[in-house]
Each structure stands twice: as C-alpha cells, then as structure tokens.
C-alpha cells in the first residue's frame, strides 16, 4: 500500500512539473492574423488616403452592357511553343 502512494505522489510531482503538450505557443497564430492584415482592408481609412483614378465614361458603358446584357465575351485563350531542335540527330 505504502509503495501504490509513493508512486502516486511522485506522479503528481512529475505531473505538476511538465507542461501539457497540446498548450499552442504564444506566437501561434501570427502567421494567420499577418496574413489577414494583408488582404483585409481597412474599414475606415486615414482621410488622406487618396483613391485611384476612376474612368466614368467606361463604368458607365460597362454597366449599360451589362444591364442590356450585351457582355463582350472575352478573347479565346491562346497558349505559345518553344521550338527545340534535336541537334541534327
């Protein structure tokens, strides 16, 4: 009986002593919250952020395509090869 309690406390003083090891990092997660801070945008932005320059005149043609669905249908996609020569055998 005496040896079962010795094991025991000396199970809990190893216990107490060791971190669990599922316990995540501190500086996990940062990647996720760095990459996130990339592609969010700022839902209130400084007041001297100047915006791009707009072509009116070309949303407003979009827009009316698209309401009278007229969508240009774009371009065929085309792909290009590089010639290799064999070296004459």
Same mark, same amino acid.
Request: include cysteine.
């Given at each position: 009986?005496?040896?079962? @309690?010795? $094991?025991?406390?000396?199970?809990?003083?190893?216990?107490?002593?060791?971190? +669990? =090891? &599922?316990?995540?990092?501190?500086?996990?997660?940062?990647?996720?919250?760095?990459?996130?801070? @990339?592609? $969010?945008?700022?839902?209130?932005?400084?007041?001297?952020?100047?915006?791009? +320059? =707009? &072509?009116?005149?070309?949303?407003?043609?979009?827009?009316?395509?698209?309401?009278?669905?007229?969508?240009?249908?774009?371009?065929?996609?085309?792909?290009?090869?590089?010639?290799?020569?064999?070296?004459?055998?």
């Amino acid at each position: 009986m005496k040896i079962h @309690a010795t $094991i025991l406390l000396a199970g809990l003083a190893v216990a107490a002593c060791n971190t +669990p =090891a &599922d316990t995540p990092p501190p500086e996990f997660g940062e990647a996720v919250y760095s990459n996130m801070a @990339a592609h $969010i945008i700022d839902p209130q932005p400084p007041e001297s952020m100047e915006l791009p +320059p =707009a &072509d009116g005149v070309r949303r407003s043609l979009m827009i009316s395509r698209y309401q009278l669905d007229k969508v240009e249908t774009p371009r065929e996609p085309t792909t290009s090869t590089i010639g290799i020569d064999s070296g004459g055998l």
